[in-house]
């Protein structure tokens, strides 16, 4: 038996490393001249509980690249960083983008542009550079209006405000945390709920949701913050308290229309999508 150990041992911590060797990599994109609004910041906060718990039961090394904090970052920036991103462990990693901050329908494609400084970019753009990605999922969410760009627009008082354009680049340098180290060891549910959405079997998935369909605004509250964060937080938790084998992203995003709808009184509709990354784009929702 003894001359077996050194293999068992050698194969104890391999997997090990495999455990261990799981990605979550969130972007977390705040227009600057909205970042320090108190309900920015604490849509920012509501971001980053919920992403250390998907982290947290999934076992996942959490990278947090914040381009949040800073008015010098450009539309161009953003898109460059996205570029030049590799994730380790690929064939398990989660990448998640996530917008907040003023944006436009551009013509006819559901997908709005968001209106970055020093320059816009095209939802459709951002959506090609990470399909292009090799990670098992891919979720982007874009919490932007999506109503036709105007020179001067008149904002209703619970829609979005203005945004300054301020030219600059920013260098992005992401902060790591180890979910599995810290607090109690999360509910077996979640577990299974969080595994089975991010952990698609044997297919590459790409999860698009944009909180508002064409021509309407993105509505919020000056002190709860976004209507439509707070819809996905719950439908997650929802998921959580189900069944994980019964919920798919089509039920998740279903609950989030549902939920902004009540909120909004029908005022605003989000639009989603799903599908392999190595599908063509769709424009539209299921």
Same mark, same amino acid.
């Given at each position: 038996m003894n001359r077996f150990y050194p293999v068992w041992a050698v194969i104890l911590l391999v997997a090990q490393q495999q455990v261990r060797a799981q990605h979550l990599y969130v972007f977390s994109v705040v227009e600057p001249s909205l970042a320090g609004r108190p309900d920015r910041t604490g849509d920012v906060r509501?971001?980053?509980?919920? @992403?250390?718990?998907v982290a947290r039961c999934g076992n996942y090394t959490k990278h947090w690249y914040d381009f949040g904090d /800073?008015?010098?970052?450009?539309? $161009? @920036?953003?898109?460059?960083?996205?570029?030049?991103?590799?994730?380790?462990?690929?064939?398990?990693?989660?990448?998640?983008?996530? &917008?907040?901050?003023?944006? &436009?329908s551009d013509g006819p494609k559901a997908w709005p542009t968001l209106q970055l400084n020093g320059g816009d970019v095209p939802l459709r753009d951002i959506l090609a550079v990470l399909r292009s990605k090799t990670?098992?999922?891919?979720?982007?969410?874009?919490?932007?209006?999506?109503?036709?760009?105007?020179? /001067?627009?008149?904002?209703? @008082?619970?829609?979005? @405000?203005?945004?300054?354009?301020?030219?600059?680049?920013l260098s992005v340098i992401p902060q790591q945390t180890n979910p599995s180290q810290t607090n109690l060891p999360p509910q077996k549910n979640a577990v299974d709920a969080y595994r089975h959405l991010f952990r698609?079997?044997?297919? $590459?998935?790409?999860?698009?949701?944009?909180?508002?369909?064409?021509? $309407?605004?993105? &509505?919020?509250?000056?002190?709860?913050?976004?209507?439509w964060l707070d819809a996905l937080i719950n439908a997650f938790a929802l998921v959580v308290r189900k069944q994980a084998?019964? $919920?798919?992203?089509?039920?998740?995003?279903?609950t989030v229309v549902q939920i902004t709808q009540q909120r909004t009184r029908q005022r605003q509709t989000p639009v989603y999508n799903r599908q392999t990354i190595t599908c063509c784009e769709t424009e539209t929702s299921y």
């Open positions: 509501k971001l980053q509980k919920l @992403t250390d718990e /800073s008015a010098a970052f450009t539309g $161009q @920036t953003v898109l460059k960083t996205l570029e030049s991103f590799i994730p380790q462990s690929e064939e398990t990693a989660i990448v998640w983008f996530h &917008y907040a901050g003023q944006g &436009y990670a098992r999922t891919v979720l982007v969410t874009v919490d932007t209006g999506n109503r036709p760009r105007l020179s /001067s627009p008149i904002l209703p @008082t619970d829609g979005q @405000t203005g945004s300054t354009n301020l030219p600059g680049s698609a079997a044997n297919v $590459q998935q790409l999860i698009v949701m944009a909180s508002a369909s064409r021509g $309407q605004w993105a &509505y919020r509250s000056s002190k709860q913050g976004s209507v084998a019964e $919920q798919t992203w089509k039920h998740v995003q279903e």
